[in-house]
């Protein structure tokens, strides 16, 4: 059976082959995980972690929000794309947007995390830490292999509260230790960056086999490139040289490509030469 919803450009990455359908994208895990699905409902979630949230047509001043407060306003599920239509706003000025909700606007450091899970229980962990640089809310780069042990135990947690019977891996991202996402696949963006024994036990573990956790990731960068960039042949080479892996992104607004790398220096050096700015 194929993995589901890869990419064509990323279809290099996902080998042995599951025995079991495995999904990779959210579409295909929402239909896939039944039982599970529920955490696809950024409202629950919300409200779960003890945030101040409600569907857009409450009031937020009815729930003790003051006018001049920002606030998140998103839509409750969203499958194509989960950041889409997220946005902040005044407390005073959420809009009457059907099927979208707001929340508490929250601050502080940006993490997304990947969680193997064997019947509900946490096995292994890769943390990633978003910068504190933005783009429109969206961290420009990630840190690939971040230590978060300050993470895990709220991920614990919810996995034991959400995923009972739930075998696969998982994702939660969080801001300033708080959810704001949480998806039955991984981050797939970030894989290459896992090493060679993570993808071989996700899929003995999906498959029923005997597995140990992989070893923790060697990790990285990937940083993404928004706005206008020079991609012409000469300066790919010149990441190429530098180790470097560009990859051109049609698909999501405003984002030219998205570069991968272990080193640090050589992502930036990368990034300064395609647009012209310099990361810090």
Same mark, same amino acid.
């Given at each position: 059976? %194929?993995?589901?919803?890869?990419? %064509? $450009?990323?279809?290099?990455?996902?080998?042995?082959?599951?025995?079991?359908?495995?999904?990779?994208?959210?579409?295909?895990?929402?239909?896939?995980?039944?039982?599970?699905?529920?955490?696809?409902?950024?409202?629950?979630?919300?409200?779960?972690?003890?945030?101040?949230?409600?569907?857009?047509?409450?009031? %937020?001043?009815?729930?003790?929000?003051?006018? $001049?407060?920002?606030?998140?306003?998103?839509?409750?599920?969203?499958?194509?794309?989960?950041?889409?239509?997220?946005?902040?706003?005044?407390?005073?000025?959420?809009?009457?947007?059907?099927?979208?909700?707001?929340?508490?606007?929250?601050?502080?450091?940006?993490?997304?995390?990947?969680?193997?899970?064997?019947?509900?229980?946490?096995?292994?962990?890769?943390?990633?830490?978003?910068?504190? $640089?933005?783009?429109?809310?969206?961290?420009?780069?990630?840190?690939?292999?971040?230590?978060?042990? $300050?993470?895990?135990?709220?991920?614990?947690?919810?996995?034991?509260?959400?995923?009972?019977?739930?075998?696969?891996?998982?994702?939660?991202?969080?801001?300033?230790?708080?959810?704001?996402?949480?998806?039955?696949?991984?981050?797939?963006?970030?894989?290459?960056?896992?090493? %060679?024994?993570?993808?071989?036990?996700?899929?003995?573990?999906?498959?029923?086999?005997?597995?140990?956790?992989?070893?923790?990731?060697?990790?990285?960068?990937?940083?993404?490139?928004?706005?206008?960039?020079?991609?012409?042949?000469?300066?790919?080479?010149?990441?190429?040289?530098?180790?470097?892996?560009?990859?051109?992104?049609?698909?999501?607004?405003?984002?030219?490509?998205?570069?991968?790398?272990?080193?640090?220096?050589?992502?930036?050096?990368?990034?300064?030469?395609?647009?012209?700015?310099?990361?810090?």
């Amino acid at each position: 059976m %194929p993995f589901i919803g890869v990419l %064509p $450009e990323r279809k290099h990455l996902f080998a042995p082959e599951p025995h079991c359908d495995l999904p990779v994208s959210d579409a295909a895990a929402w239909r896939l995980n039944p039982a599970h699905r529920h955490i696809y409902d950024k409202l629950r979630l919300a409200l779960d972690a003890g945030l101040t949230a409600a569907p857009c047509g409450v009031a %937020p001043m009815d729930l003790g929000v003051a006018p $001049e407060d920002e606030v998140f306003v998103k839509p409750i599920t969203n499958l194509a794309g989960m950041g889409l239509s997220a946005r902040s706003v005044r407390a005073d000025a959420v809009p009457l947007e059907p099927g979208s909700y707001w929340s508490e606007r929250l601050t502080g450091m940006h993490t997304s995390s990947d969680c193997l899970v064997q019947d509900g229980k946490p096995r292994w962990f890769a943390h990633t830490r978003g910068s504190d $640089e933005k783009d429109a809310s969206r961290p420009i780069y990630w840190e690939i292999g971040a230590d978060l042990p $300050e993470a895990e135990a709220w991920i614990s947690d919810w996995v034991h509260r959400n995923l009972a019977g739930y075998t696969g891996l998982c994702n939660i991202e969080l801001i300033g230790g708080r959810p704001i996402e949480a998806h039955l696949r991984g981050s797939n963006g970030f894989f290459d960056l896992y090493g %060679p024994d993570f993808m071989p036990a996700w899929v003995s573990l999906v498959d029923g086999d005997d597995v140990s956790p992989p070893p923790p990731i060697p990790g990285g960068y990937v940083i993404s490139v928004f706005g206008d960039a020079d991609l012409s042949d000469k300066h790919l080479q010149a990441a190429e040289s530098l180790g470097v892996k560009v990859q051109p992104d049609p698909s999501t607004p405003g984002r030219a490509a998205i570069l991968r790398c272990r080193e640090r220096e050589a992502g930036f050096e990368v990034y300064r030469r395609l647009t012209g700015r310099a990361l810090v």
